[in-house]
């Protein structure tokens, strides 16, 4: 029962910090690229012969983008390992795995991103722009603190050129006003209904720790959503 | 060929309030001590799908072997064996419980169980064993997708 993991060598060209304890470590091929789907993710190795320490990444660029992207937030050693990266620093990556996208047949989504939880979704929606899909998506994106939000300027530049994206932001712990903050309360369903109006006909993405997709994933069900139109992926 | 002994059900006593107690409640506990549809010879089980993935987070590793329902395209047996801990082993078996229950999982249904539901159904895992659900529903899917790979194949020839 051995299963080889075929590791391909990446080096840093760039790092841009995007939020509080978040960072994006742009990475260029040294051999050969990856092939991927937007909100796939890849594991993560500093070192080549060991094969199983590692950990999952979500890829935060998408499939037309020169450099992979791995936005990465600092909660571990390996993490804070991959903070301290200088430019140049080799690591390796195999992969993609992963099936959070969504279909082509689907033109209604909406996504729920709790913290570090974007990265998949930030992925899918520039995808989704890029190749001009006519699908609507609506994506509601909850954070403690305005310092907490990843990717604000790009996603806020992406809805203001694109009628088909939709934003509602939520923070938690913080309470200084802001124009585009929506909500300081948590992710609520009956906020949500009134928003998209109706519930039925959509396709719903959940990301983010394991207990806040739980809750999303059940409130859903509760409001007669069907398990088959839920997906989930949580961090852990 | 190596014969396969079954386990009799056996009371395991462990004391009320006891301070080493378990964590995990009687139905992950259940499929932890009985696991179901466990495979301990695949050499000759011919199945129609097979899925293997490894957690470097904890290094185990799951295989899921299926038997297709040609006709109603749906799961007709899902067999499995792991390396994992408690946690992998119970949700596994409910997980090809789920799969193989009133008439067969569908196929497309399959590909996208969600771990979510193989913990609901367990009646909850701790947040720190919850990767140990996504393990075998990911190897459920590698075995679903090989499964329409061959199929694909074989009607191409």
Same mark, same amino acid.
């Given at each position: $029962?051995? =299963?080889?993991?075929?590791?391909?060598?990446?080096?840093?060209?760039?790092?841009?910090?995007?939020?509080?304890?978040?960072?994006?470590?742009?990475?260029?091929?040294?051999?050969?690229?990856?092939?991927?789907?937007?909100?796939?993710?890849?594991?993560?190795?500093?070192? =080549?012969?060991?094969?199983?320490?590692?950990?999952?990444?979500?890829?935060?660029?998408?499939?037309?983008?020169?450099?992979?992207?791995?936005?990465?937030?600092?909660?571990?050693?390996?993490?804070?390992?991959?903070?301290?990266?200088?430019?140049?620093?080799?690591?390796?990556?195999?992969?993609? *795995?992963?099936?959070?996208?969504? /279909?082509?047949? $689907? &033109?209604?989504?909406?996504?729920?991103?709790?913290?570090?939880?974007?990265?998949?979704?930030?992925?899918?929606?520039?995808?989704?722009?890029?190749?001009?899909?006519?699908?609507?998506?609506?994506?509601?994106?909850? &954070?403690?603190?305005?310092?907490?939000?990843?990717?604000?300027?790009?996603?806020?530049?992406?809805?203001?050129?694109?009628?088909?994206?939709?934003?509602?932001?939520?923070?938690?712990?913080? /309470?200084?006003?802001?124009?585009?903050?929506?909500? *300081?309360?948590?992710?609520?369903?009956?906020?949500?209904?009134?928003?998209?109006?109706?519930?039925?006909?959509? &396709?719903?993405?959940?990301?983010?720790?394991?207990?806040?997709?739980?809750?999303?994933?059940?409130?859903?069900?509760?409001?007669?959503?069907?398990?088959?139109?839920?997906?989930?992926?949580?961090?852990? | 060929?190596?014969?396969?002994?079954?386990?009799?059900?056996?009371?395991?006593?462990?004391?009320?309030?006891?301070?080493?107690?378990?964590?995990?409640?009687?139905?992950?506990?259940?499929?932890?001590?009985?696991?179901?549809?466990?495979?301990?010879?695949?050499?000759?089980?011919?199945?129609?799908?097979?899925?293997?993935?490894?957690?470097?987070?904890?290094?185990?590793?799951?295989?899921?072997?299926?038997?297709?329902?040609?006709?109603?395209? %749906?799961?007709?047996?899902?067999?499995?064996?792991?390396?994992?801990?408690?946690?992998?082993?119970?949700?596994?078996?409910?997980?090809?419980?789920?799969?193989?229950?009133?008439?067969?999982?569908?196929?497309?249904?399959?590909?996208?169980?969600?771990?979510?539901?193989?913990?609901?159904?367990?009646?909850?895992?701790?947040?720190?064993?919850?990767?140990?659900?996504?393990?075998?529903?990911?190897?459920?899917?590698?075995?679903?997708?090989?499964?329409?790979?061959?199929?694909?194949?074989? %009607?191409?020839?």
């Amino acid at each position: $029962m051995q =299963k080889t993991v075929n590791k391909s060598k990446f080096v840093v060209s760039k790092i841009k910090k995007e939020a509080d304890n978040v960072i994006t470590l742009f990475l260029s091929p040294k051999e050969k690229n990856i092939a991927y789907t937007a909100g796939q993710y890849v594991l993560v190795s500093l070192n =080549k012969d060991e094969d199983i320490h590692g950990k999952f990444y979500t890829i935060s660029s998408e499939p037309s983008e020169d450099l992979l992207a791995l936005s990465i937030k600092k909660v571990g050693s390996f993490s804070s390992a991959l903070h301290n990266l200088k430019i140049n620093d080799v690591i390796y990556i195999s992969g993609p *795995y992963g099936s959070f996208y969504p /279909t082509p047949e $689907m &033109n209604d989504l909406v996504f729920f991103a709790a913290g570090i939880g974007i990265t998949p979704f930030f992925s899918v929606i520039k995808d989704i722009i890029k190749r001009k899909v006519e699908s609507r998506v609506r994506l509601f994106y909850t &954070n403690k603190t305005l310092r907490d939000i990843s990717f604000f300027k790009e996603i806020n530049k992406l809805a203001s050129k694109n009628p088909l994206l939709e934003v509602f932001y939520h923070l938690t712990r913080d /309470t200084s006003s802001h124009e585009l903050i929506k909500s *300081y309360k948590r992710i609520n369903i009956n906020q949500v209904q009134e928003e998209l109006k109706d519930l039925r006909n959509k &396709n719903y993405y959940i990301c983010g720790t394991i207990g806040f997709v739980a809750d999303t994933r059940k409130q859903l069900l509760k409001k007669k959503v069907k398990e088959e139109n839920i997906f989930t992926e949580s961090f852990f | 060929m190596r014969k396969i002994t079954t386990i009799k059900k056996k009371k395991i006593a462990v004391p009320k309030d006891s301070i080493c107690g378990w964590v995990y409640n009687d139905t992950v506990k259940e499929h932890f001590m009985y696991p179901k549809n466990f495979l301990t010879n695949d050499e000759e089980y011919d199945a129609d799908g097979v899925g293997m993935v490894g957690s470097p987070a904890c290094g185990d590793m799951m295989m899921v072997w299926i038997k297709v329902d040609k006709k109603s395209q %749906k799961i007709k047996e899902c067999k499995w064996r792991t390396f994992g801990c408690a946690s992998a082993i119970a949700s596994t078996s409910m997980m090809s419980v789920m799969a193989t229950e009133k008439g067969g999982m569908e196929l497309n249904k399959a590909i996208y169980l969600k771990p979510e539901q193989i913990v609901d159904r367990l009646g909850g895992l701790p947040d720190r064993k919850f990767h140990c659900s996504v393990l075998g529903q990911e190897a459920l899917k590698e075995a679903v997708e090989d499964y329409l790979k061959h199929a694909k194949n074989s %009607k191409q020839k």
